[in-house]
């Protein structure tokens, strides 16, 4: 049965990321399958949905967090796609981790950021392969 958290969860989570929810169901499902109805449930359906904070903000609190905490490289990664997703400009999130370098460590920022640079180069080349050949002049 799905819940009400359940499905505020699933509705948050698919506005960062389209296809989260179906990810992260088959990522647990040989393993874990309850972590992920947990993970939908609880942080996006009862947190990430809570008005007082848009999910921009939340992404770049979420995206400080674990840049601080230095070894939750997927998680990250996954996160930076959000806040991009959520209308976080690349300067912001490269901001929010240069911050995290007196917080978490210089290296955990220094591993973010290269992070990020990947992601963000795996973005724009994405994005070209999307666009339409220009017309040729005959």
């Known amino acids: ?31 874990a399958p309850d972590l992920a109805r947990f993970i939908i449930e609880f942080p996006y359906g009862q947190i990430y949905s809570r ?41 912001e999130i490269v901001e929010v981790m240069m911050q995290m370098a007196f917080y978490g460590g210089f290296p955990n920022a220094m591993n973010a950021l290269w992070l990020a640079e990947e992601l963000f180069a795996e973005r724009a080349a994405h994005a070209s392969e999307s666009q339409p050949e220009p017309p040729t002049s005959s």
Not at 24 to 30: G, I, R
């Open 1 to 31: 049965m799905e819940t009400e958290s359940y499905r505020r969860g699933a509705e948050t989570l698919t506005k960062l990321n389209p296809h989260a929810v179906e990810n992260l169901v088959a990522s647990l499902a040989n393993i």
């Open 51 to 91: 008005p007082q904070l848009d999910l921009k903000s939340r992404e770049l609190a979420t995206v400080a967090a674990l840049t601080a905490l230095g070894n939750a490289a997927p998680q990250l990664r996954a996160h930076i796609t959000y806040a991009l997703n959520a209308g976080c400009t690349q300067q």
